[in-house]
């Protein structure tokens, strides 16, 4: 009615085409509102939907607290990214470096390690080096350094005289870094050296680290000196030597051990290296996030870098040290990584043991401000500027273009020519895909200056002129280089690694132009997976100071590319000509292997393991049989990666498993794409371990894309079962708990029957499973250790005990019931009997159950004190399924407990032998009476309780576990051998 009137009072006064004007208006706003109304509703479900779990995840195991940090660093990160004047969190915050000053490092004339330092020029790099070691190692071990001063030209030997407590070796003339190490390494007196260069600062527990992997034999305090005092370092050690002890007893002899070497930037220098077939080198994760998970696991590797290598000082010296051969000091490490392989020993790389370079050839740009291709959209431009070379990898072209010029003299090859061999690969470009995870604002390893002469003046960009005055045009409908000098081409901008040429162009007609943008083909550019996860590799943009070029002296450039690119060539096939035996044993040089070569030496064969979340072991039942299982996974000499569906680091679960050398794959600033760092893996694995339904219905579908992938299926516990007793202890009358257990049930049955097994957990569960069917259900209970002798006797202990994490209803349920309905019956005849409820996340529920007479402490890291001292356990559960760790964990300690038929369903116990069962609350609390005061009967049933849990052991689970899944292993072999076919230069 109300439109009706004001229709007809606007045809009265303006006529039928005002009319029609204004209606066709007001219906155009109306719909445009709607859409826009279910725009944002499409955006609030896709954010619920994103984000609900992780939420509820979080608040279930962290609390409040933990979701409100998670949210602050998501947040932080978000505004960072775009906010220039908000520090990067992913920066390292380290103290700008000191001038020198006098120091003396605290040495020891009985050293057990001598630290061995190359310096060459610029004391400042020298003297922070040195006060890091006073910071880190100072008098907690007994070393010695020994600093080689590689004849110096500035102040170093002034400085030098003012160090006391070290040995200098001076040099008249330089030598380099590899004699240098061979001179001063003659001279050490430790049993382990470990070498050092001068701009790299060490940090805490950097040494421990190393250590313990080389010398796991002995326990890492063997290596103290006398002085050690500090208890906070001295926990972290006991920590970390902990968690490895078993991971490392799998290795053998470890030849050396190389650590993880990042710039002040937060990427990587050097996370291990790998060496192809063909002779090149991959310094693997160079300038990548050095926090991704690829390079924060303990592996083997082809060869480590030598800042920062640990070795006996007797295997040095059986080897003969280091190759003189080399021109250049990471093909003389990769030399001596082939030296160690083949006496048998291994080669570790341990990230714990972090150095940082202080002297990074890198310069950040913010994108923002650089105008570069005159686009209104930085994210645009930076799409259209970061380009991948997509087939130089594959064919290798490039490089044989390359060497035809190097095996001919370049000054016969002309301009022309040379720039044409460019101009043929550089027009196979393609745009960026930006769905790597880049933010449009960051060019961390993208869009860098290259200061690889570490004294090159930091380069100053001038944001008056920009960047659109640049004469090279990278855009992909643009086939045009302008003509560049062949020095230029292959300047001083050559990487020292991986024996190619850095393509660096400078414009001859343009001496006026402030920046020249030139395009990196190099072999690393090409074939580096870890450039935004791209798996054909990305061409890196660099930015050259045209005005520093002088062109009077490009032909001493010309001679200097020419001997820097033959003393590379000449490296290579020096490394070709010497390990011609063992190079047929690498992967060849080409996509297909960027993630089989890295894991190349690493255990056979991989297993993939998905769950929810990094098993904390010492919160729940599930986590601790996962746990477990892992270990016994690794007893069979299986690599593992672990994918945490959640997401996100755990620490410090995250950290244990990456110490135990298995690869966790949690979400970084970089890669946040659960399916693309899943796809990059599956060529690796052999093996697909995933829990629990729900995460089946994801990852399947993936993990089928490789039909050679194995897939099992493990259900922890039947979530129907447990669903449909919970319907059925709420009078079988909640239509919406039935139809979830009956969709649960369905789902179940079917990923049971598609999986190549299914694990269960108790004997109940597999008679379920296979009246429906299934195609193959096997046992694989909880795993428990057993504790005898640990436990006070019966007059010392007193109290009930429960324990149990409160995500978890049944636990909830469990606990209410029991003091509701079952403490009262107690209290009456046994007023002072006090109950403790154990375990994480208590829900406000269970915190309102404390009292005089029931704690709830909440989570406790060691529980052990707990159960060596209460006299009885209780486990009052009325509903669940599987086999319930936290019976296991008592009987394993011989404590006696009382419990339901759900609770000791599973698990074999005998009812007045090994355990009390009981349903009755009236009956419950008879039992916790008669036994909490018959020593009698509670030493029956303690001793009992160890013979029930013999077949829980390792031991007896590894076993079953191996019956399970070696028949699946037999002739499952997706990753494909290197070629036994070497390259053509081991023919020559």
């Excluded at 303006?14 to 029609?20: D, K, N, P």
Aim: aromatic share 8%; net charge neutral.
């Amino acid at each position: 009615m109300k439109y009706l009137n004001k229709a007809q009072q606007i045809l009265a006064e303006h006529g039928v085409g005002t009319l029609l004007i204004k209606t066709r208006n007001k219906i155009y706003c109306t719909v445009k509102d709607w859409l826009l109304a279910i725009a944002v509703v499409k955006s609030i479900t896709r954010f619920t939907n994103k984000y609900s779990e992780k939420i509820y995840i979080t608040l279930k195991r962290d609390g409040v607290a933990g979701v409100v940090i998670k949210a602050k660093n998501k947040i932080y990160r978000f505004l960072a990214q775009r906010l220039p004047f908000l520090p990067d969190e992913r920066y390292l915050s380290l103290s700008p470096l000191q001038r020198p000053q006098p120091i003396t490092i605290k040495t020891s004339p009985n050293p057990q390690v001598s630290l061995l330092i190359y310096a060459h020029n610029n004391a400042k790099y020298a003297y922070n080096c040195l006060k890091s070691i006073n910071q880190q190692i100072g008098d907690r071990w007994a070393i010695e350094v020994i600093l080689i001063d590689d004849a110096s030209t500035d102040y170093t030997k002034d400085f030098l005289k003012k160090v006391s407590g070290i040995n200098v070796v001076r040099n008249k003339t330089k030598l380099g870094h590899i004699n240098a190490y061979n001179q001063i390494a003659k001279l050490a007196k430790g049993d382990f050296l470990c070498f050092l260069d001068q701009d790299y600062q060490l940090t805490e527990t950097w040494l421990e680290s190393l250590l313990l992997v080389i010398n796991k034999e002995h326990q890492s305090s063997d290596y103290k000196s006398d002085q050690y005092s500090n208890q906070s370092v001295d926990q972290n050690v006991t920590n970390i030597a902990r968690n490895n002890h078993k991971s490392l007893s799998k290795l053998g002899h470890v030849g050396a051990v190389g650590s993880r070497l990042i710039y002040e930037s937060n990427t990587c220098e050097l996370a291990g290296g790998i060496v192809w077939q063909e002779g090149y080198l991959w310094r693997y994760g160079h300038r990548d996030y050095a926090e991704e998970p690829e390079y924060c696991y303990l592996r083997q590797v082809d060869f480590v870098a030598i800042p920062g290598m640990l070795i006996r000082r007797d295997d040095f010296n059986q080897v003969g040290g280091f190759s003189d051969r080399y021109s250049h000091e990471l093909y003389a490490a990769a030399d001596f990584g082939f030296k160690l392989r083949s006496q048998g020993w291994q080669v570790v790389y341990q990230p714990e043991a972090k150095l940082i370079c202080r002297h990074e050839p890198e310069l950040k740009i913010n994108f923002a401000h650089a105008n570069i291709i005159n686009s209104n959209n930085s994210k645009d431009g930076y799409d259209r500027i970061a380009t991948q070379v997509s087939s130089i990898a594959s064919s290798d072209v490039l490089t044989k273009d390359l060497n035809r010029i190097i095996s001919n003299d370049l000054n016969l090859v002309s301009d022309a020519a040379l720039n044409q061999i460019i101009l043929d690969h550089a027009n196979q470009i393609i745009n960026y895909n930006g769905n790597s995870g880049h933010d449009s604002n960051d060019l961390d390893a993208d869009l860098i200056i290259d200061a690889n002469a570490r004294n090159n003046p930091e380069i100053q960009l001038d944001q008056s002129t920009g960047y659109g005055q640049t004469n090279l045009n990278i855009a992909k409908d643009t086939q045009q280089l302008i003509s560049k000098s062949k020095g230029e081409l292959v300047n001083d901008s050559i990487d020292l690694v991986n024996s190619k040429a850095r393509l660096d162009s400078t414009s001859d007609s343009t001496s006026d132009s402030k920046l020249d943008l030139t395009i990196d083909l190099t072999k690393e550019a090409a074939i580096n997976p870890n450039h935004n996860g791209l798996n054909n590799g990305k061409a890196m943009l660099h930015l050259k100071n045209t005005n520093a070029i002088n062109p009077q002296s490009r032909h001493k450039d010309k001679d200097i590319a020419k001997h820097q690119i033959r003393s590379l060539n000449s490296d290579r096939l020096e490394l070709l000509k010497t390990w011609r035996s063992a190079l047929p044993q690498h992967y060849s040089y080409q996509p297909s292997n960027f993630e089989l070569a890295p894991r190349r030496v690493l255990p056979k064969p991989t297993v993939l393991i998905i769950d929810t979340l990094v098993p904390a072991y010492d919160k729940d039942s599930g986590s601790y049989r996962l746990f477990n299982i892992i270990k016994i996974l690794q007893s069979f000499d299986y690599h593992i990666i672990f994918l945490p569906d959640y997401g996100h680091d755990q620490d410090p679960y995250t950290g244990e498993l990456e110490s135990m050398g298995i690869e966790v794959l949690y979400f970084t600033y970089k890669q946040n794409d659960w399916q693309q760092r899943l796809e990059r893996r599956l060529p690796a694995i052999d093996l697909a371990w995933v829990c629990r339904p729900e995460l089946c219905e994801k990852y399947m579908p993936i993990l089928r894309q490789q039909p050679q992938i194995k897939v099992i299926y493990d259900t922890i516990d039947l979530h129907f079962v447990r669903m449909k007793r919970q319907w059925e202890l709420g009078g079988s009358s909640d239509r919406h708990l039935e139809a979830e257990w009956q969709k649960m049930q369905t789902q179940e049955v079917e990923f049971a029957r598609r999986a190549d097994l299914t694990l269960v957990v108790t004997e109940v569960e597999k008679e379920l499973l296979d009246n429906f069917e299934a195609k193959q259900v096997r046992v694989v209970p909880n795993v428990h250790e057993i504790y005898p002798d640990r436990g006070k006797g019966f007059a010392d202990r007193q109290g009930l005990l429960f324990i149990g994490g409160y995500y978890h209803e049944p636990n909830v349920d469990a606990v209410i019931w029991l003091c509701a309905e079952i403490m009262p019956l107690v209290w009456r005849s046994q007023p002072d009997l006090h109950l403790t409820l154990l375990g994480s996340n208590p829900s406000p529920a269970v915190k309102a159950l404390a009292s005089d007479r029931v704690s709830v402490p909440g989570y406790i890291k060691d529980v052990e004190p707990y159960f060596t001292s209460q006299r009885l356990f209780i486990a009052p559960l009325r509903y669940g399924a599987g086999m319930k760790g936290k019976i296991g964990h008592s009987l394993s300690y011989g404590l006696p407990t009382i419990t339901t038929s759900i609770g000791a369903e599973g698990i074999g116990l005998v009812s007045g032998e090994n355990a009390i069962v009981v349903d009755e609350p009236e009956q419950f609390a008879t039992e916790i009476l008669n036994l909490y005061n018959n020593e009698g009967l509670w030493q029956k049933i303690s001793q009992n309780s160890f013979k029930a849990m013999y077949k829980y052991t390792p031991e007896a689970v590894r076993e079953t576990i191996n019956q399970a899944i070696a028949p699946l292993l037999v002739n499952s072999n997706p990753n494909p051998e290197p070629n036994s076919k070497p390259g053509s230069e081991l023919n020559s």
